[in-house]
């Protein structure tokens, strides 16, 4: 099912006034059905393709109609990011506020069933780099945010230091770069690089080599030294990892 049959009227109105919840429950439902119409057409099309007449179109409802919601593209482009992560934090271990090197790993094996999500947060999260882009503030944020979450999920898993002897604050750095890293190149190589099996050998390495053995796919074909970087880097964003990326392919339309 698509963002377009979720049921959003045609016409952009909000429909039969209703007394209190129920108009707002269907103004937050309409709100949802344009991102999720619009997280569908950024994976298919890009950010830059992706124009408000198709997401309404795909929603269901007139270009006004999305304007009541979202005034602005740079309005609509920061709601699906900010949805983004609400959605991985509704299904993800994050939602029972712990997070464990465990968690993070369930969170990869999700991620790798929805490469359109994926793939837009890849491509937002890079173009958010260049001056005034209007995700900017919102990837500056979050990665600090995501910073501290993962040195305190390392805190509480290693203590103060992690077997090579980092701390927490200092390794939490480079777990955001591997599940980021790793999710581009599985993007660009999903036949070569086997996400899951990859953020396992990283975490592998983090407890000091014990744990599960390599992963085959995601270091043949990649060289020696690339291994080392496939198995530190994987998906989402998560609701507090990094990437889940967005966009509508597999994993959006898993939602709608």
Known sequence: MTARDRGASRDGRTGPR???GGREAQRAE?????????????????????????VAERAGLTQQGLLHHFPTKELLLVGVL??????DLASSAAASGTWRTDSLAQLVDYNATRPGIV???????????????PARAFFESRFRTVRAAMAAALRAEFGDRLPGGLTPERAAPLLVAVMDGLQLQWLLDPEKVDMPAAFRDFVALL???EGEGTSEGASEGT???????TSDSTSDGTGGGTGGGTG?????????
């Not at 793939?119 to 882009?133: G, K």
């Not at 060289?223 to 970087?229: E, L």
Request: hydrophobic letters at 30%; proline letters at 0%.
């Open 82 to 87: 900010e949805a983004r992560d609400r959605w």
């Open 30 to 54: 309409r709100r949802e059905a344009i991102l999720e119409a619009a997280v569908e057409l950024i994976a298919e099309r890009g950010y830059r393709r992706t124009s408000l007449a198709a």
């Open 248 to 256: 509508g392919g597999e994993g959006t339309r898993r939602r709608t």
């Open 207 to 209: 407890r000091g080599g």
């Open 223 to 229: 060289g020696d030294s690339a291994s080392d970087g």
């Open 18 to 20: 209703r007394g209190g």
């Open 119 to 133: 793939q837009t947060y890849t491509v937002l999260s890079a173009d958010s780099v260049t001056e005034e882009h």
